[in-house]
Nanobody, 125 residues
């Protein structure tokens, strides 16, 4: 079964850090663009960050630049999202997604064919 599995969500205080992981099962992530989306209650889904599968370029939403870092370990078929200096407005369900064409459209994969099930991040004092 081909799927993406996220982990690493949780509850932290403002200013804290979390690292999300997105592991591929049943396929390898080589050449895929992998992105992270988030959706807060009552808000639209937004692209947070994307790492290209063709040239390794990385893109971030303005709201997370300088605080979040995306990285990939193709040997482990895993992509990470290191989130530092977390703010209450970062509270959301976070999803990873894969584009088999390897392309990012800004902070989002361009043609998503796989989605993870999501992991919840809560930033609250």
């Amino acid at each position: 079964q081909l799927q993406l599995v996220e982990s690493g969500g949780g509850r932290v205080h403002p200013g804290g850090s979390l690292r999300l992981s997105c592991a591929a099962s049943g396929f390898t992530l080589d050449y895929y663009a992998i992105g992270w989306f988030r959706q807060a209650p009552g808000k639209e889904r937004e692209g947070v960050s994307c790492i290209s599968g063709t040239d390794g370029r990385i893109y971030y939403a303005d709201s997370v630049k300088g605080r979040f870092t995306i990285s990939r370990d193709n040997a482990k078929s895993t992509v990470y999202l290191q989130m530092n200096s977390l703010k209450p407005e970062d509270t959301a369900d976070y999803y990873c997604a894969a584009d088999h064409r390897g392309l990012c459209s800004g902070p989002s994969p361009r043609h998503v064919i796989y989605w993870g099930q999501g992991t919840q991040v809560t930033v609250s004092s």
